[in-house]
């Protein structure tokens, strides 16, 4: 699959079937992530494969219960899905770089978030192009997450996914034009 095909075919999914995922097809789709770029190659990404069911159901109870006043789809899918990922990040790593003492370099703090972000991107359109399924699931306690699965101070847990094989195919969503999004030389600035 090309990478343009990749980006514009890749779903939100939230049903799958109970096919496994293999080893090495989740090493692929985890290199991917790994291969992201990071503030100054920091690499503060750290990521939880969770295959055992009734921790899936933990994670899954911790995400927000309704979406737009309907029942969380995502939430629901790390239930059913046979894998799920939990994304983190090492604090004070990303945008840290060669500055003194200790304070971020840029007004945008601490960069673990747009870190963590570049590499479950790589991980979800690596698992499209390999014909898996993922949700990005944002709205969940990451205190009780980071409980669960023993993740030590010092990390914050950013993203979770479930990761397996489609039971649907949702239709793309509408996308807004690029005049609506892009500008030339200066904010609203319209192509010459």
Known sequence: MELMEAIKGRRS???YTSKAVEDKTLNTILEAARQAPSWANTQCCRFIVVRDSQLRNKLAD????????????GAEAMRITPVAIVAC???????????????????KGDWYMYDVALA????????????????????????KVAEILGVPEG????????LGYPDEAPNPRPRKELNEIVFYDKFGGEQG
């Open 155 to 162: 990390f914050a847990v950013v993203a979770m996914t479930p």
């Open 89 to 107: 990040a090492e604090m004070r790593k990303a945008g840290y770089y060669m500055k003194e003492p200790g304070g971020p370099v840029t007004d």
């Open 62 to 73: 911790t995400a927000i219960e309704t979406v737009k006043g309907k029942p969380n789809r």
């Open 13 to 15: 999914i939230r049903n």
């Open 120 to 143: 479950m991107q790589n991980l979800t359109l690596t698992a499209h192009a390999m014909g898996l399924g993922t949700v990005h699931i944002g709205a969940f306690d990451a205190i």
